[in-house]
């Protein structure tokens, strides 16, 4: 990964690994960032190739190499890379000598499993991430009880839950009478249970299968692959299938 100096501080902490140019700005704006030993929160700041960037005391320094990773990530593992209260951390089965650099892009929670991506590119993780994309998210999902038809039809028009905006799905497909097959396109927090929940549902078994043109397929639990520039460039082209 060549870098053009100067260059902006948010991109230089993206491709050292610190996550999104937008959870970068989080981490300026937090005071969390020095440069040469001087505190700064402004976003436009530039950065030289000698300046010594430093995160919560974390020398921040640019990967040569950008990394692609899909993992299936088992339950009870978390996608953060830092929380006090957790010990088990999905990058932690990335193990490669650069993992420290790797952030992960979108989310799935403790609770849930299945595929997720790594990476210690913040541009694209960027481009993958935001709304705008529209990259389906695809996930099975196994309840308690019965999955009724009519449900799935209403989430398909939106059901509104805890805000004005309405949660959504793009499409469904039952698999037999406890397993249903759901297609996202945006991925809110928690967005599926929140929707399982609203009509009744007990959500036992939630992986997610597919990220645009990017499947699980045989990928075992607890396992990751590298993912090529080519899936990459299909991912963002919108090849879903």
Same mark, same amino acid.
């Given at each position: ?167 959504? *799905? @793009?499409?469904? %497909?039952?698999?037999?009478? &406890?397993?249903? /097959?759901? $297609?996202?396109? =945006? ?26 043109? *990017? @499947?699980?397929? %045989?990928?075992?639990?607890? &396992?990751?692959? /590298?993912? $090529?520039?080519? =899936? ?10």
């Amino acid at each position: 990964m060549k870098i053009d100096y100067p260059i902006r501080l948010n991109s230089y902490l993206a491709k050292s690994g610190f996550g999104s140019r937008r959870a970068c700005e989080e981490l300026i704006k937090t005071g969390r960032v020095t440069i040469n030993m001087k505190r700064v929160h402004e976003m436009g700041t530039k950065i030289e190739a000698d300046d010594v960037v430093m995160v919560d005391d974390v020398l921040a320094e640019p990967s040569e190499k950008t990394y692609y990773f899909a993992l299936n990530k088992p339950r009870g593992y978390v996608c953060t890379n830092y929380d006090p209260n957790e010990r088990l951390y999905a990058r932690d089965l990335i193990t490669i000598a650069d993992n420290n650099l790797l952030f992960h892009i979108g989310r799935l929670d403790k609770d849930s499993s299945g595929l997720i991506l790594y990476t210690n590119d913040g541009q694209i993780a960027q481009k993958i991430a935001h709304p705008s994309s529209e990259i389906e998210k695809e996930y099975a999902v196994m309840t308690k009880e019965t999955v009724r038809r009519a449900d799935m039809e209403e989430a398909l028009r939106g059901v509104y839950i805890d805000s004005n905006k309405p949660y959504v *799905i @793009k499409r469904f %497909d039952i698999k037999s009478k &406890r397993w249903v /097959s759901i $297609t996202l396109t =945006e991925g809110r927090n928690r967005e599926l249970r929140k929707i399982f929940s609203y009509f009744g549902y007990t959500v036992e078994r939630l992986v997610r299968i597919r990220i645009g043109s *990017i @499947k699980l397929g %045989d990928l075992s639990e607890g &396992r990751y692959r /590298s993912v $090529t520039k080519s =899936e990459i460039a299909a991912l963002l082209e919108g090849e879903n299938t």
